[in-house]
């Protein structure tokens, strides 16, 4: 497996956010990846980690890469913010659970989207997202 490229922001506002989905948009044109379906899933999965980063970290950095394995090509989307972190992995994935009033269906939504998810609370405080999809 060969990482193709990697872009990395600073999320801080709404603004950042709209940049990493531009950055997605050029990546997908880079690779030659057609696929309206797939776009669609990558654009959510973008919208959904940068507003958890924002609700819940105030800020964090959100970074997409697009890596060759053999005949296929997979997206990788990470965030990680310096929020209090997920105190209950398990809870946080219940559908309807929410620390701060919202829906509780953001780690749903990024579950079925993704063909990995990985996450996890870290030591120094805040949350790590690892989002994989592959074409």
């Known amino acids: 497996m060969g990482l193709y490229e990697k872009r990395c922001l600073t999320i801080t506002g709404e603004?950042?956010?709209?940049?990493?989905?531009?950055i997605l948009r050029l990546l997908l044109e880079k690779t030659g990846t057609r696929d309206e379906i797939l776009e669609a899933q990558l654009l959510t999965i973008i919208d959904e980690l940068g507003k958890n980063?924002?609700?819940?970290?105030?800020?964090?950095?959100?970074?997409?890469?697009?890596?060759?394995?053999?005949?296929h090509t997979g997206f990788r989307i990470?965030?990680?913010?310096?929020?209090?972190?997920?105190?209950?992995?398990?809870?946080a994935f219940t559908p309807g659970y929410s620390e701060d009033k919202g829906l509780g269906m953001g780690l749903n939504l990024l579950k079925a989207l993704s063909d990995d998810l990985r996450v996890g609370s870290l030591l120094s405080g805040g949350a790590f997202i690892e989002v994989w999809k592959w074409t």
């Open 15 to 22: 603004d950042g956010i709209h940049q990493a989905r531009s």
């Open 53 to 71: 980063i924002l609700r819940h970290g105030g800020s964090g950095r959100l970074c997409v890469a697009v890596v060759q394995a053999s005949q």
């Open 78 to 91: 990470t965030a990680e913010d310096k929020g209090h972190g997920i105190a209950d992995l398990d809870l």
